[in-house]
């Protein structure tokens, strides 16, 4: 009877204990404000922006926190001149670093809108040596996803791997092809912009280990959203979490050389680097600058808006 009791209990236990992790930190409405500090810095992609301080974004409602509300949006209300500053956005950067953990971002809503660039990502200080990892980021309005890694000289990532996306170079050195690192695209319209918001929008969830950096999406209409992810539980096992969208092994990037401790940054820009040279192609209107200039109306759906952020470190 005890040893049947032991061969039922142990390989439960095993499974249990590889997959297992404790939440440590979780982030809801007006705690976003208190774990995350707001950035009036120039934006390094040279975007059609204006990051205001934390006053001035409190002040004109560009962020606002209230239950499981957390919105970081731009302005929509003013009209540009030409010659004068940018839109009025957000950055928010985490205060506290983190290496290897789980996040889970419970998100309502994205930005939207042609000209917008925003941006999910994590980042170590001393670009690119403590690495930088792109979980939710495009450009005007074109979807799916792509995560991103971008790393120092010696980075690769293999073709074929175990995960639901496809892979969109393999080279994550931030020093080669212009910096577009290694991507993986998802296979779900529904995990980038107007499809993503359509659909409630739904769980990003990444994990950083030694044995590699995998990136999840479920969209709030899924139906294989794990109860753990859905409610953000005080202890989660990613073994039932399925196949990732992407992952990136460590054959031939050890984990712990490329990726640093690192921020959570969450920033809105518009055209710039990257979305200013896509926007020719992307079937938006006028010029980039001169659409965010004029249009300020075109910006009332640029807005981040999240349900919480829960943190399982190991
Ligand atoms: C905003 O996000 C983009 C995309 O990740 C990044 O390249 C850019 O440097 C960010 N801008 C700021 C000011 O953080
Ligand atoms: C501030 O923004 C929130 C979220 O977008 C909105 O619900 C609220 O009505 C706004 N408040 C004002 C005074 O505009």
């Known amino acids: 009877m005890l040893l049947r009791l032991l061969v039922s209990i142990l390989p439960l236990a095993v499974q249990v204990s590889a997959g297992t992790f404790a939440q440590t930190n979780a982030h809801q409405g007006s705690g976003f404000l208190k774990a995350f500090s707001v950035e009036a810095i120039a ?54 670093k983190y290496s290897k953990a789980i996040m889970i971002f419970n998100i309502r809503h994205m930005p939207v809108g042609c ?8 980042v170590g200080s001393n670009w690119p040596s403590q690495g930088e990892i792109d ?33 969109v170079g393999t080279n994550c050195d931030a020093a080669v092809n212009n910096n577009k ?15 993503f918001n359509s ?3 739904g769980w990003y969830a990444l994990q950083r280990a030694t044995g590699g950096i995998r990136v ?8 294989n959203v794990p109860s753990d992810v ?20 460590p054959d031939s990037c050890n984990m712990d050389d490329y990726f640093g401790d690192q921020n959570i940054i969450i920033n809105l820009t518009f055209c710039g680097d990257w979305a200013g040279n896509d926007y020719g192609e ?33």
């Open 282 to 314: 992307s079937g938006c209107p006028s010029t980039c600058v001169d659409y965010v200039n004029n249009n300020p109306s075109a910006f009332r759906d640029a807005y981040w808006d999240l349900q919480w952020l829960k943190i399982y470190e190991f």
């Open 199 to 201: 659909n409630g929008g």
């Open 115 to 122: 000209g917008t660039w925003p941006a999910l990502w994590t």
């Open 43 to 96: 934006d390094p992609t040279r975007g059609r922006v204006k990051y205001v301080d934390a006053a001035t974004a409190d002040a004109q409602n560009l962020t606002y926190a209230s239950g499981d509300h957390f919105v970081l949006r731009a302005d929509y209300k003013t009209k540009l001149s030409s010659s004068g500053p940018g839109r009025s956005s957000v950055r928010l950067k985490s205060n506290k």
């Open 181 to 195: 690192g290694c991507s993986v695209r998802s296979p779900e319209t529904r995990s980038y912009g107007a499809s």
């Open 230 to 249: 859905r409610n953000g539980a005080s202890s989660i096992n990613t073994d039932n979490w399925g196949t990732p969208l992407a992952y990136f092994p």
């Open 135 to 167: 979980i939710l980021e495009g450009v005007n309005d074109r979807g799916p996803n792509q995560v991103t890694l971008h790393t120092a000289k010696g980075c690769t990532m293999p073709s074929y791997r175990d995960q639901s996306g496809t892979t």
């Open 216 to 223: 999840w999406f479920w969209s709030r209409s899924a139906s």
